[in-house]
């Protein structure tokens, strides 16, 4: 990323009310970085997030968008440039399973939704953060981190195939775009977290799906958030100056 010396990096991380992208959100504020946090419903999660960051010196937007509602999506990089000036950094991390079950099972509007939250709206998020990041426009450069899964490899049969096709689009996202803006300053990378310990699998309607896989699991235990968000920070610190293009995957050894 290139930027002017002593300004502090912008970052807007999507889906940040809890889970890992509370975790991402916690840590970067460490690291020194000005966040723009966004939630769909879960305002006091939210709210406890942003106090979290300010405790560490961040200054810090909170913005509610369902990124399910594309405008709400495009939204969200021009309230952040509008507040700080400037945004160098993007964190395309919120993200919905739909219900586990066999693959006969799915519901097409859930596949249908789980594309707009996972696929559509980071399309339309990282449109608008490249356009202000790319140097060829006036743009200081810029890292942007996909959170995907494990699921793009696995094709998580028995569980949430189209989930997983999803995440499989998320690597091409990053692929993509690290070739097509390595030349104007844009880093673009992914981490791939394995089963990690969040609400995301009650919402799957499987609370205990991370102590139930622990067992197949070479590390034998699920990920906590704070292994994810350590993964993502390196990828936005200096040390990672080089890397773009890559998927970083953080599963216990799967
Ligand atoms: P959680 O379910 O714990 O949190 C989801 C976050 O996304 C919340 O902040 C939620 O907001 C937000 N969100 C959900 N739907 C929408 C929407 N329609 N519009 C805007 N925001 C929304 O998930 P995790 O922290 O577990 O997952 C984070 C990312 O990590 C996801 O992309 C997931 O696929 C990926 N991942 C997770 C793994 C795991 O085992 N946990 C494994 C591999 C990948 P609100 O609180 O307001 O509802």
């Given at each position: 990323m290139q930027m002017n010396e002593g300004l502090r990096p912008v970052t807007i991380i999507t889906?940040?009310?809890?889970g890992i992208g509370a975790a991402i959100a916690e840590r970067l504020a460490a690291d020194g970085h000005d966040l723009v946090l966004t939630y769909r419903d879960r305002a006091t999660d939210a709210a406890a997030v942003v106090r979290a960051c300010e405790a560490s010196g961040a200054r810090v937007l909170l913005l509610r968008a369902d990124l399910a509602d594309l405008e709400q999506a495009a939204s969200v990089v021009p309230a952040a440039i509008a507040e700080f000036?400037?945004?160098t950094g993007l964190v395309n991390n919120a993200g919905i399973t739909g219900r586990i079950g066999g693959f006969l099972d799915a519901s097409i509007h859930e596949a249908e939704l789980l594309f707009r939250v996972n696929v559509l709206a980071p399309i339309v998020l990282t449109q608008a953060a490249i356009a202000h990041m790319a140097t060829d426009r006036g743009g200081a450069g810029g890292c942007i981190v996909n959170i995907s899964s494990g699921a793009a490899t696995s094709g998580a049969p028995n569980t949430y195939i189209p989930y997983a096709m999803s995440k499989a689009a998320i690597n091409a996202l990053t692929t993509g775009t690290a070739k097509e803006f390595g030349p104007v300053g844009v880093r673009v990378n992914t981490v791939s977290p394995g089963t990690?310990?969040?609400?995301m699998h009650a919402a799957a309607g499987r609370p205990n799906a991370p102590d139930e896989r622990a067992p197949r699991i070479p590390m034998r235990r699920p990920g906590e958030v704070h292994e994810i968000a350590g993964a993502v920070a390196y990828l936005f610190?200096?040390?990672?100056?080089?890397?773009?293009?890559a998927d970083i995957r953080v599963a216990g050894g799967i």
């Open positions: 889906g940040a009310s809890r000036s400037t945004v990690t310990r969040t609400e610190s200096a040390d990672a100056s080089y890397t773009s293009g």
